[in-house]
């Protein structure tokens, strides 16, 4: 049986690697703070580039779409709280709606992340009426750099470990970092 304090720990390593990435963004101010991680990407020559990425978060599956079919199709781990659209910081929900990669980080600490555009103009109006923090860095990311946690990857497949983000094995993450670009837009449904 896997245990709680298990979870806990992940969750705990999330949050550290979004809280680095909120630090590397606030060496600049405004929108000049997000071009301070932005990495561009170039997609690998004849690469066959996704249209769109769809996840059904009631599946557990991310889709790379071409032509209005999938072409790859992965296993994910949600946010621990995964019914429901995310409403506020620490709520734990992934979200649900139609988004894009805005940015990547290639030094993440869940080996590489795509930053999901997550809240968009709909969230942030829906969190301000109802008086919260919209919260954001959502990303699709790896499995964990860390050695020492190398006996735990198998939450990465097996069970929602997140606070929200999109976690797939490290194989995954390599094949839709190749596949996509920023601005490749993705669709989360229930």
Not at 59 to 65: I, T
Not at 87 to 107: A, C, F, H, K, V
Not at 138 to 162: A, F
Request: contains cysteine; proline residues 7%.
């Amino acid at each position: 049986m896997r245990s709680r304090p298990l979870k806990l720990l992940f969750s705990s390593l999330c949050v550290f690697c979004l809280s680095t990435s909120v630090a590397a963004m606030s060496v600049l101010p405004g929108c000049a703070a997000k071009r301070a991680v932005d990495i561009t990407h170039a997609a690998r020559p004849g690469a066959m580039l996704a249209e769109k990425i769809v996840v059904k978060k009631s599946q557990r599956r991310l889709y790379l779409m071409r032509g209005g079919k999938p072409f790859r199709t992965y296993r994910v781990s949600l946010g621990t709280n995964p019914v429901g659209p995310k409403l506020r910081r620490g709520d734990n929900r992934t979200p649900e709606g139609r988004y894009y990669i805005d940015w990547r980080n290639p030094s993440s600490n869940f080996t590489k992340a795509l930053h999901i555009s997550y809240p968009n103009h709909d969230d942030r109006l829906k969190a301000v009426r109802a008086g919260w923090d919209p919260g954001g860095m959502i990303m699709i990311h790896g499995e964990p750099r860390s050695q020492q946690h190398r006996d735990l990857r198998y939450l990465v497949s097996g069970e929602d470990w997140t606070q929200g983000c999109i976690a797939v094995s490290n194989l995954a993450i390599d094949e839709i970092w190749r596949y996509t670009t920023d601005g490749t837009p993705i669709e989360i449904l229930p």
